[in-house]
C-alpha cells in the first residue's frame, strides 16, 4: 500500500475528487492548507498599501491506495490539478506499512 499526499491548488479540489472517483478511488481526506514554493507567495495592494501574502491558500490530499493503483490515481491527480502556472503543488508518496478499519478490525488492502 502506498500514502499519496498531493497539495492543490483550492479551486481544483472537485475536478482532482472527480478524476480519482473515475478511476475507482472511494476515501478521500481534504484538509485545510497554507503554504509555497517556489513562487514565494505575492504583493497584493489593500486601501491604498501594499503588502506581502507569504503564505497561499492550498488544499492538502491525502489517498491510501493499493499498489496496482497507484499508477493511475496520481495520473489522475496529476491531469485534474494541472493549470500550466507556477504554484500548480506536489505530490508524494510514502509506503504504508499497514491499514486497519476501526470498525471491523480488517486489515491491509481490505481495510482500505
Known sequence: MKKIEAIIKPFK???V???????GLQGITVLE?????RQKGHTELYRGA?????????????????DSMLERAIE??????QTGRIGDG?????PVEEAIRVRTGERGNDAI
Open 76 to 81: 489522475a491527480i496529476q491531469q485534474a490539478a
Open 90 to 94: 506536489k505530490i508524494f508518496i510514502t
Open 33 to 37: 492548507a497554507k503554504g509555497f514554493g
Open 13 to 15: 479540489l472537485d475536478e
Open 17 to 23: 475528487k472527480e478524476a480519482l472517483h473515475e478511476v
Open 50 to 66: 501594499e503588502y506581502v501574502v507569504d503564505f497561499l491558500p492550498k488544499v492538502k490530499i491525502e489517498i491510501v491506495v493499493e
